[in-house]
């Protein structure tokens, strides 16, 4: 199994970032997705995460700016994300969850990093 998060950068105050994690070696249309960050010094966030049926959950503080989404047909988890701050600065990284019902499995992908300055 393989998740491999893509389209971090350095970015100002207000720009955007789309991040892509392909995700490969399981049976993608059954795993809820998550994106998750990590800052210097704090503890591991959840961001966004998708259903297997596409319900979405944002974290409060990204609430507005960003979007998670999924293709199945291409094995993808997206995070747009907007009007990005200097606090979104972090190690963003994907996740995948089995679905409810089938036996609890949890990957995790490598991060991408993503600098927002001021």
């Not at 199994?1 to 955007?16: E, F, K, R, Y």
């Not at 961001?47 to 047909?73: E, Q, Y």
């Amino acid at each position: 199994v393989q998740l491999q998060a893509s389209g971090g950068g350095l970015v100002q105050a207000g720009d955007s970032l789309k991040l892509s994690c392909v995700v490969s070696g399981i049976s993608f249309s059954n795993y809820g997705l998550g994106w998750f960050r990590q800052a210097p010094g704090k503890q591991r966030e959840l961001v966004a995460d998708i259903t297997s049926i596409g319900s979405t959950n944002l974290a409060d503080s990204v609430k507005g700016r960003f979007t998670i989404s999924r293709d199945n047909a291409k094995n993808m988890v997206y995070l747009q994300m907007n009007s990005l701050k200097p606090e979104d600065t972090a190690v963003y990284s994907c996740n995948a969850k089995s679905r409810a019902g089938w036996p609890k499995v949890e990957y995790w992908g490598r991060g991408t990093l993503v600098t927002v300055s001021s």
